[in-house]
């Protein structure tokens, strides 16, 4: 058989092996490289849901800390005054439950000595919570009147009510877990958080934990300010809906993960999504802070994660390669002269192949840098507008918290110089002192007209039927009773019905009647009149007076706030009612308008766009 080996056949079965050898070298590289790159997928991918679990985390932080910030030093200073500081609460908090799934609740947990146990509960009983008691957890399970101590951390305020029943009332310091992290957070002032635990009110939901935040009360001793903890703030979580409702947008179905808390001496397993990780299974870790702890996120995959078009181009590079390297093997044994050539482009093609495959991966890795850049910046702007809202809403409250104050020093100061030191300040002094008391009643009506307007857009909003012919005899009579001097008639048009939110609506009518009778004081006779008519849109609303009126030219201005057609010396007011009006027809999709004629009174039109 040696005698067919000749120079040419043994010049192409090297050549042939040599190609082969090549070829496997080739998938040996694509294959590690498509490896690592596995390994760096993941791990970018790993990063982007941990930076969305942490941006949860901060949410809820921020959340409760703006709650913190609400609850102002006279929160339960006074029993008449708990049924408002409750609706108050759930007002401001609804929007946080409604708007983040994951936070099941949020709670106002107060410090109460032993001393104050029973005004406390006599409060919320008051505020219609008839069987309301602190309570605690016996041995068998079951819920029982708390035991005396010295000091109870109960479950005040929930908002949402709704299926946490069973938690109103519970005293958190009758659990060491719950306990021990309430401790921590009056100790350092800062946000804590509780191993995981099971909830009273829904143990089914597995591992779930209280994100807690400190609440001070301000008080001026000779010292200087001192911080008094008056409490706790919390919001109620499960770790599975969080950890789903912040990576719920990037739906990477072949990735699985695993959250740990790594805080105390064993590491405790809260959540695992997809399979359970084998033991050859590429895994990369993140590390996240939720408060006071600390979580792991372990992070693996499966093969099929490495990309179909990588698989593809391993499988060509190999049959491309061994074919190419036959072909090569039987052309030289055919033409045994152009082994040089042949060679050389063998080695030219080898080489465009792999120009061809790096740059291939270098424009992978660009796309995927980009989309990385692309989605932290869409987070950062997300998180930065919404920080940005939660701050003014706060500085808002804390606004009209600090200005009453002052103002009610000046009223009361200035009451008191002429109810006490009257004989000896002449008629200007009383004068000026009564001016300086009333600025301060107009300045206290002023910031709760803002409040008022600034709260239209965050009140949750109810579509039904309202009586708006009741509603207008309502007023009509409550003004009547406030000024029995004058002469008012009202003609109020029967059976006149609207579709929005009961309580919005009754602002409406309110300032709109409130504004008819006092801009028609000059009239012998006040005539006011409401009624409805049909259009194009519906039923238009209009309220008439026949009141001092306006120019027309000026129509513009009305409607905004801080706006006057008329002077204080004229007429009072802060020039917010009608601003608030115009909001609250805004948010039922619908609009208002006004036609005047100076001397002639004024009408004020209105639709309501729930009726389309």
């Given at each position: 058989?040696?005698?067919?080996?000749?120079?040419?056949?043994?010049?192409?079965?090297?050549?042939?092996?040599?190609?082969?050898?090549?070829?496997?070298?080739?998938?040996?590289?694509?294959?590690?490289?498509?490896?690592?790159?596995?390994?760096?997928?993941?791990?970018?991918?790993?990063?982007?849901?941990?930076?969305?679990?942490?941006?949860g985390v901060l949410h809820v932080n921020e959340e409760v800390e703006s709650t913190a910030a609400f609850i102002s030093d006279d929160f339960l200073e006074h029993d008449n005054n708990m049924l408002n500081a409750l609706r108050d609460y759930q007002t401001f908090t609804r929007r946080i439950t409604g708007d983040n799934a994951y936070v099941l609740a949020l709670e106002w947990v107060p410090y109460v000595t032993h001393n104050r146990r029973v005004e406390f509960e006599s409060w919320m009983r008051k505020a219609g919570f008839s069987d309301f008691h602190f309570i605690e957890r016996g041995n068998d399970g079951a819920m029982l009147v708390a035991s005396e101590r010295d000091s109870y951390f109960p479950v005040y305020f929930i908002e949402p009510m709704e299926n946490n029943e069973a938690a109103h009332g519970f005293d958190l310091g009758s659990n060491p877990v719950r306990?021990?992290?309430?401790?921590?957070?009056?100790?350092?002032?800062?946000?804590?958080?509780?191993?995981?635990?099971?909830?009273?009110?829904?143990?089914?939901?597995?591992?779930?934990?209280?994100?807690?935040?400190?609440?001070?009360?301000?008080?001026?001793?000779?010292?200087?300010?001192?911080?008094?903890?008056?409490?706790?703030?919390?919001?109620?979580?499960?770790?599975?809906?969080?950890?789903?409702?912040?990576?719920?947008?990037?739906?990477?179905?072949?990735?699985?993960?695993?959250?740990?808390?790594?805080?105390?001496?064993?590491?405790?397993?809260?959540?695992?999504?997809?399979?359970?990780?084998?033991?050859?299974?590429?895994?990369?870790?993140?590390?996240?802070?939720?408060?006071?702890?600390?979580?792991?996120?372990?992070?693996?995959?499966?093969?099929?994660?490495?990309?179909?078009?990588?698989?593809?181009?391993?499988?060509?590079?190999?049959?491309?390669?061994?074919?190419?390297?036959?072909?090569?093997?039987?052309?030289?044994?055919?033409?045994?002269?152009?082994?040089?050539?042949?060679?050389?482009?063998?080695?030219?093609?080898?080489?465009?192949?792999?120009?061809?495959?790096?740059?291939?991966?270098?424009?992978?890795?660009?796309?995927?840098?980009?989309?990385?850049?692309?989605?932290?910046?869409?987070?950062?702007?997300?998180?930065?507008?919404?920080?940005?809202?939660?701050?003014?809403?706060?500085?808002?409250?804390?606004?009209?918290?600090?200005?009453?104050?002052?103002?009610?020093?000046?009223?009361?100061?200035?009451?008191?110089?002429?109810?006490?030191?009257?004989?000896?300040?002449?008629?200007?002094?009383?004068?000026?002192?009564?001016?300086?008391?009333?600025?301060?009643?107009?300045?206290?009506?002023?910031?709760?007209?803002?409040?008022?307007?600034?709260?239209?857009?965050?009140?949750?909003?109810?579509?039904?039927?309202?009586?708006?012919?009741?509603?207008?005899?309502?007023?009509?009579?409550?003004?009547?009773?406030?000024?029995?001097?004058?002469?008012?008639?009202?003609?109020?048009?029967?059976?006149?019905?609207?579709?929005?939110?009961?309580?919005?609506?009754?602002?409406?009518?309110?300032?709109?009647?409130?504004?008819?009778?006092?801009?028609?004081?000059?009239?012998?006779?006040?005539?006011?009149?409401?009624?409805?008519?049909?259009?194009?849109?519906?039923?238009?609303?209009?309220?008439?007076?026949?009141?001092?009126?306006?120019?027309?030219?000026?129509?513009?201005?009305?409607?905004?706030?801080?706006?006057?057609?008329?002077?204080?010396?004229?007429?009072?007011?802060?020039?917010?009612?009608?601003?608030?009006?115009?909001?609250?027809?805004?948010?039922?999709?619908?609009?208002?308008?006004?036609?005047?004629?100076?001397?002639?009174?004024?009408?004020?039109?209105?639709?309501?766009?729930?009726?389309?």
């Amino acid at each position: 058989m040696l005698r067919y080996i000749n120079r040419g056949n043994l010049r192409g079965l090297l050549t042939f092996i040599l190609g082969l050898l090549l070829t496997l070298l080739m998938v040996f590289e694509l294959q590690e490289h498509g490896e690592q790159d596995q390994l760096n997928r993941l791990d970018d991918i790993a990063e982007q849901h941990a930076a969305l679990i942490r941006l949860g985390v901060l949410h809820v932080n921020e959340e409760v800390e703006s709650t913190a910030a609400f609850i102002s030093d006279d929160f339960l200073e006074h029993d008449n005054n708990m049924l408002n500081a409750l609706r108050d609460y759930q007002t401001f908090t609804r929007r946080i439950t409604g708007d983040n799934a994951y936070v099941l609740a949020l709670e106002w947990v107060p410090y109460v000595t032993h001393n104050r146990r029973v005004e406390f509960e006599s409060w919320m009983r008051k505020a219609g919570f008839s069987d309301f008691h602190f309570i605690e957890r016996g041995n068998d399970g079951a819920m029982l009147v708390a035991s005396e101590r010295d000091s109870y951390f109960p479950v005040y305020f929930i908002e949402p009510m709704e299926n946490n029943e069973a938690a109103h009332g519970f005293d958190l310091g009758s659990n060491p877990v719950r306990l021990k992290a309430i401790l921590a957070a009056m100790e350092s002032g800062e946000a804590t958080a509780t191993e995981s635990l099971r909830l009273l009110q829904a143990p089914e939901l597995g591992n779930s934990f209280l994100y807690l935040y400190p609440v001070y009360k301000k008080s001026i001793s000779e010292q200087g300010d001192k911080k008094i903890f008056i409490g706790i703030t919390l919001a109620v979580l499960n770790v599975e809906m969080l950890v789903r409702n912040s990576v719920a947008a990037l739906k990477q179905k072949k990735l699985h993960f695993s959250v740990y808390d790594v805080d105390g001496s064993q590491q405790d397993l809260l959540y695992t999504h997809g399979k359970v990780r084998g033991s050859t299974e590429p895994v990369t870790s993140k590390f996240i802070k939720v408060a006071d702890r600390s979580w792991r996120i372990d992070f693996w995959t499966e093969d099929s994660f490495v990309s179909e078009d990588r698989k593809w181009v391993t499988l060509a590079t190999l049959f491309a390669g061994v074919a190419l390297s036959l072909l090569l093997g039987l052309y030289l044994n055919v033409l045994q002269g152009r082994n040089r050539t042949i060679q050389q482009r063998v080695d030219e093609q080898t080489r465009e192949l792999r120009n061809s495959i790096q740059e291939r991966q270098h424009a992978e890795q660009e796309v995927r840098k980009l989309n990385v850049e692309l989605e932290r910046r869409v987070e950062k702007r997300t998180a930065e507008l919404a920080t940005s809202n939660r701050e003014l809403e706060a500085f808002c409250y804390s606004v009209s918290h600090d200005l009453r104050a002052p103002l009610r020093s000046m009223g009361g100061f200035s009451n008191i110089l002429i109810e006490d030191y009257g004989a000896q300040i002449d008629a200007m002094g009383q004068s000026h002192l009564q001016r300086i008391a009333g600025s301060a009643r107009q300045m206290g009506t002023l910031i709760d007209d803002l409040l008022n307007l600034s709260r239209i857009n965050r009140e949750a909003m109810s579509r039904e039927k309202v009586n708006l012919t009741l509603l207008a005899g309502e007023f009509a009579e409550l003004l009547q009773e406030q000024e029995p001097e004058r002469q008012l008639e009202f003609t109020i048009q029967d059976d006149v019905f609207g579709y929005g939110d009961k309580h919005l609506l009754r602002l409406v009518m309110q300032n709109l009647f409130e504004n008819a009778v006092k801009y028609s004081a000059k009239e012998d006779v006040s005539r006011i009149v409401f009624g409805v008519n049909s259009s194009a849109n519906g039923q238009l609303y209009f309220v008439r007076d026949n009141g001092v009126g306006f120019d027309m030219d000026h129509a513009n201005k009305i409607f905004q706030p801080f706006q006057r057609l008329h002077a204080m010396s004229e007429f009072e007011g802060t020039g917010i009612g009608l601003a608030t009006v115009h909001r609250i027809i805004e948010r039922h999709q619908g609009r208002i308008w006004c036609e005047a004629e100076v001397g002639q009174g004024a009408v004020f039109y209105f639709e309501l766009g729930f009726e389309r």
